[in-house]
């Protein structure tokens, strides 16, 4: 009987918490459908600009399955540095010059094997002339940990700040301190930022230690500056420090807030660069627009690996600084259904 009592009043107790059902029944099945989603688009094909080549080779790189268009020499150059390709082709005699936009070592190779495929397919192994390769960014050195690392980068910074500001906030909301903040003469906005540069402060130090143990430590590959690197990381952290206390504003209990993780930077992941987005069904990729997280590994992939400057990360810079300071904002009007000051 005691043991049946127990089940009923867990029954019931989970029967009432709307969110917790819903987690577990319907989020597994949304996630499940966006995963589905990402792995079953479609092959990639690698991004060539064509200089001055054959029509029969071109013709041959279009069958091995590559997105082939003819350049002229600067045109191609450019779109190489914009990202619009993933390497350029010209032909000397009937010796390929290959050059790789180079940031992912997975195209690199994809682009290598195509253009090999190709080349043997116009004249026997034994007479084809080894092509000439060159970098625009990393080199033939460069394993899959230096593109993936900036990205995970972001990752752990931001996941790991939600989930600590958002219980931290939490704690403070149940313990009862909000409400005798509420009660004092501070002003919603001087509470919201008091937190937030108080929680930021950390997340600052976070960010530093990151950085340093990522490229100092575990050498990822670091091409362009530092302070940049650390800009980013930092309003990355700001992003998901105010993203977190807003959504800690809807949660009773730490269970609550941890929750959010499946929802709120699960799809993150999966659009943050980790996974190729241009083998996604075009209607999906949308969704990446609205990821914070998206725009800060975007960001860090341009300044660790492309070594690139202020013009590359402006856009990014500026969507984050939004972010975080509309989370501010709705974070003091989240403040009102505690107590109107």
Same mark, same amino acid.
């Given at each position: 009987m005691r043991i049946r009592a127990l089940v009923l009043r867990i029954t019931r107790q989970l029967l009432h918490d709307k969110r917790t059902l819903a987690l577990m029944f319907v989020a597994p099945l949304l996630l499940l459908t966006l995963?589905?989603?990402?792995?079953?688009?479609?092959?990639?094909?690698?991004?060539?600009?064509?200089?001055?080549?054959?029509?029969?080779?071109?013709?041959?790189?279009?069958?091995?399955g590559a997105d082939a268009r003819s350049y002229g020499a600067a045109e191609a150059e450019q779109a190489l540095q914009n990202g619009a390709l993933d390497a350029t082709i010209s032909l000397d005699g009937m010796s390929p010059a290959i050059r790789l936009e180079g940031s992912d070592p997975t195209k690199n190779k994809a682009v290598l094997l195509l253009v090999q495929k190709a080349a043997q397919s116009l004249q026997p192994q034994?007479?084809?002339?080894?092509?000439?390769? @060159?970098? /625009?960014?990393?080199?033939?050195? #460069?394993? %899959?940990?230096d593109s993936f690392g900036p990205v995970l980068v972001g990752v752990f910074a931001f996941f790991?700040?939600?989930?600590?500001?958002?219980?931290?906030?939490?704690?403070?909301?149940?313990?009862?301190?909000?409400?005798?903040?509420?009660a004092s003469p501070l002003r919603k906005w001087e509470i919201v930022a008091g937190y937030i540069l108080g929680f930021g402060l950390f997340t600052a130090l976070q960010s530093?230690?990151?950085?340093?143990?990522?490229?100092?430590?575990?050498?990822?590959?670091?091409?362009?500056?530092y302070g940049f690197l650390l800009l980013i990381t930092l309003l990355l952290t700001l992003t998901a420090l105010s993203l977190g206390i807003l959504l800690s504003s809807y949660a009773a209990?730490?269970?609550?807030m941890i929750q959010f993780i499946p929802i709120v930077i699960v799809?993150?992941?999966?659009? @943050?660069? /980790?996974?190729?987005?241009?083998? #996604?069904? %075009?209607?999906?990729?949308?969704?990446?627009?609205i990821m914070p997280l998206k725009y800060g590994a975007d960001a860090l992939r341009n300044i660790m690996i492309r070594g690139q400057g202020w013009d590359s990360i402006?856009?990014?810079?500026?969507?984050?600084?939004?972010?975080?300071?509309?989370f501010m904002l709705l974070n003091v009007l989240a403040l009102r259904k505690h107590r109107q000051v």
């Open positions: 995963v589905s989603f990402i792995f079953n688009g479609a092959t990639y094909k690698p991004k060539l600009g064509l200089v001055n080549v054959p029509a029969a080779f071109a013709e041959k790189l279009a069958d091995a034994s007479q084809a002339a080894a092509p000439r390769i @060159s970098y /625009l960014h990393g080199s033939e050195d #460069m394993v %899959p940990f790991f700040v939600f989930l600590i500001a958002g219980i931290s906030f939490l704690r403070e909301r149940t313990g009862g301190t909000l409400e005798r903040l509420l530093v230690v990151i950085v340093v143990y990522c490229v100092q430590v575990l050498g990822l590959m670091m091409v362009g500056s209990n730490e269970f609550q799809p993150q992941v999966f659009f @943050s660069g /980790l996974f190729d987005l241009d083998t #996604m069904a %075009p209607w999906l990729r949308w969704l990446s627009t402006a856009v990014d810079v500026y969507v984050l600084a939004g972010l975080s300071l509309a």
